[in-house]
């Protein structure tokens, strides 16, 4: 997987970057968002969790991905200023109402049988 950033706009007035970029994936399947924001962290030089990726579309036919990352200045400004789904999609939210697994299966009563 290679990661190319096509662009790269300051947005002061929202203490972020705004990136796009496009991902050559020629012998692996579309990579995921977690795989994505650690390449573009790295790329760019700051922490994953102020990476935030808003879209990704693969291109039909091609092995190539086309995106678009916002880098925030903080963790906190990026809560703040990206809708809430989109930080349950790059998991620096937890979905209301849904409890992490282990808890889950510790709240869950015991089946009966017979």
């Not at 050559?24 to 390449?39: D, F, G, K, M, S």
């Not at 906190?76 to 299966?105: F, S, W």
């Amino acid at each position: 997987m290679e990661i190319r950033l096509v662009d790269q706009r300051p947005n002061p007035l929202l203490h972020r970057q705004e990136l796009r970029f496009e991902v050559v994936h020629a012998t692996a399947p579309t990579p995921n968002r977690e795989e994505v924001r650690a390449e573009i962290a790295k790329q760019v030089g700051v922490a994953k969790d102020r990476v935030v990726v808003e879209r990704m579309q693969a291109r039909f036919g091609t092995a190539t991905t086309l995106g678009e990352a916002m880098v925030y200045e903080s963790t906190d400004l990026a809560k703040r200023t990206e809708r809430e789904h989109i930080l349950i999609r790059n998991k620096l939210k937890e979905k209301a109402g849904a409890a992490p697994p282990a808890e889950a299966a510790a709240a869950a009563p015991p089946a009966k049988e017979g």
